[in-house]
């Protein structure tokens, strides 16, 4: 029956795909954003959450992305999820404030019984934080699911133990040298055709459209998998962070890891520079052999890359196929993108890249 479903109505589904999709367009993106945070700091607890954060003292992990699924063939959480338990274990040990940046259940491709049924050790690891009074969940295009569905606070209460209230935004709002100053989490996708200001309404995709596309076995372009859109993703959101009236803003979405407006690509190029002037030829031997490794994935560079001020930051996933799992820390007045990894069998938490928080501030 799928086969012959597929057969007759791929074609009629793609064309609606574009057809009613929006091709990314940075005003419109923009102006999702900024009506985001403009929203979250006039109503607080409504569409955005307000967490007062003491940079000196106050500890936070972001991680997006974990697309928990059904343990099936296509659960791109299941190999990483031994590193996701680790690190959770860690970060509940060392007084972290956990916020779960979208995404962070699989509900396009399916429902939310058997993912709840299918996770429950992980669901377990995040309820601590939640009986801690220490986690934040925010909701992404594929979880649109906690946004819309009238049965949401049912499900989270059956997850957590209480009816925890799912945002859109976060905003890390603290007070540096007398001056608020302010970090805007959101998982985004604001202003993506296919999941937010859609012709179509939200339920519609949460609830049928993306289930039939799951079904039929299309993959509609998003910019965790196109690289084409997740190179405007990062072009977008970089732009709008170096507007003067916005914050500093920390997404996921694309899968991608990006610390202080560098992909791990361009990070890489500005390394080789400075190995070529100091004329390390060990150091640039290694890191020639790790440019071309990464170009497989990802080979777009910003033109003015060197000159991008730190102010983008992108939380990457924790659903990587090598069973790898990247975030942001904010603590000890360090601002941190970290990987943990399996090695030797033991799950290993990597400081990939950091830098300290006032730098970050009194950046121009």
Same mark, same amino acid.
């Given at each position: 029956?799928?086969?012959?479903?597929?057969?007759?109505?791929?074609? &009629?589904?793609?064309?609606?795909?574009?057809?009613?999709?929006?091709?990314?367009?940075?005003?419109?993106?923009?102006?999702?954003?900024?009506?985001? @945070?403009?929203?979250?700091?006039?109503?607080?607890?409504?569409?955005?959450?307000?967490?007062?954060?003491?940079?000196?003292?106050?500890?936070?992990?972001?991680?997006?992305?974990?697309?928990?699924?059904?343990?099936?063939?296509?659960?791109?959480?299941?190999?990483? *999820?031994?590193?996701? =338990?680790?690190?959770?274990?860690?970060?509940?040990?060392?007084?972290?404030?956990?916020?779960?940046?979208?995404?962070?259940?699989?509900?396009?491709?399916?429902?939310?019984? &058997?993912?709840?049924?299918?996770?429950?050790?992980?669901?377990?690891?995040?309820?601590?934080?939640?009986?801690?009074?220490?986690?934040?969940?925010? $909701?992404?295009?594929?979880?649109?699911?906690?946004?819309?569905?009238?049965?949401?606070?049912?499900?989270?209460?059956?997850?957590?133990? *209480?009816?925890?209230?799912?945002?859109?935004?976060?905003?890390? /709002?603290?007070?540096?040298?007398?001056?608020?100053?302010?970090?805007?989490?959101?998982?985004?996708?604001?202003?993506?055709?296919?999941?937010?200001?859609?012709?179509?309404?939200?339920?519609?995709?949460?609830?049928?459209?993306?289930?039939?596309?799951?079904?039929?076995?299309?993959? %509609?372009?998003? &910019?965790? @998998?196109?690289?084409?859109?997740?190179? +405007?993703?990062?072009? $977008?959101?970089?732009?709008?962070?170096?507007? %003067?009236?916005? &914050?500093?803003?920390?997404?996921?979405?694309?899968? /991608? %890891?990006? $610390?202080?407006?560098?992909?791990?690509?361009?990070? =890489?190029?500005?390394?080789?520079?400075?190995?070529?002037?100091?004329?390390?030829?060990?150091? =640039?031997?290694?890191?020639?052999?790790?440019? *071309?490794?990464?170009?497989?994935?990802?080979?777009?560079? /910003?033109?003015?890359?060197?000159?991008? +001020?730190?102010? @983008?930051?992108?939380?990457? #996933? #924790? #659903?990587?196929?090598?069973?790898?799992?990247?975030?942001?820390?904010?603590?000890?007045?360090?601002?941190?993108?970290?990987?943990?990894?399996?090695?030797?069998?033991?799950?290993?938490?990597?400081?990939?890249? *950091?830098?300290?928080?006032?730098?970050?501030?009194?950046?121009?």
């Amino acid at each position: 029956m799928r086969r012959f479903l597929q057969r007759i109505l791929t074609k &009629p589904v793609l064309w609606l795909v574009h057809r009613f999709e929006s091709k990314p367009d940075m005003n419109r993106v923009h102006k999702a954003l900024t009506d985001l @945070y403009n929203h979250s700091l006039a109503h607080p607890g409504k569409k955005g959450k307000i967490i007062n954060m003491d940079v000196a003292t106050d500890k936070i992990i972001i991680f997006s992305d974990q697309h928990k699924g059904t343990k099936n063939g296509s659960d791109d959480f299941m190999t990483a *999820e031994p590193n996701y =338990l680790s690190a959770l274990d860690y970060y509940y040990n060392q007084d972290f404030h956990l916020i779960a940046l979208g995404d962070n259940e699989e509900l396009w491709e399916n429902t939310i019984w &058997p993912v709840i049924a299918k996770n429950k050790t992980t669901i377990e690891a995040e309820r601590k934080f939640v009986e801690a009074k220490r986690f934040t969940k925010v $909701f992404g295009n594929h979880d649109l699911f906690w946004n819309n569905d009238p049965f949401a606070k049912l499900h989270l209460m059956n997850m957590y133990g *209480e009816a925890v209230k799912v945002y859109e935004a976060v905003v890390l /709002q603290t007070n540096y040298n007398g001056k608020e100053t302010n970090f805007f989490l959101t998982h985004g996708h604001q202003g993506d055709g296919q999941s937010d200001s859609n012709p179509f309404s939200e339920w519609f995709i949460s609830a049928v459209w993306a289930p039939l596309q799951s079904y039929l076995n299309i993959n %509609p372009n998003t &910019p965790a @998998y196109n690289k084409e859109m997740k190179t +405007k993703h990062n072009v $977008f959101m970089y732009a709008w962070s170096m507007q %003067p009236q916005n &914050p500093v803003l920390i997404t996921g979405h694309t899968h /991608q %890891p990006v $610390f202080a407006s560098l992909t791990h690509l361009e990070k =890489l190029y500005k390394q080789q520079i400075l190995a070529e002037k100091e004329n390390n030829t060990t150091a =640039l031997a290694a890191i020639k052999k790790e440019i *071309e490794f990464r170009q497989h994935e990802y080979d777009y560079v /910003q033109a003015n890359y060197m000159h991008n +001020k730190p102010f @983008y930051f992108n939380s990457g #996933c #924790c #659903c990587f196929t090598d069973g790898d799992i990247t975030g942001i820390e904010i603590a000890d007045g360090m601002i941190r993108l970290i990987k943990w990894e399996t090695d030797n069998g033991s799950s290993t938490r990597i400081v990939l890249e *950091e830098m300290k928080v006032h730098d970050l501030l009194t950046a121009e």
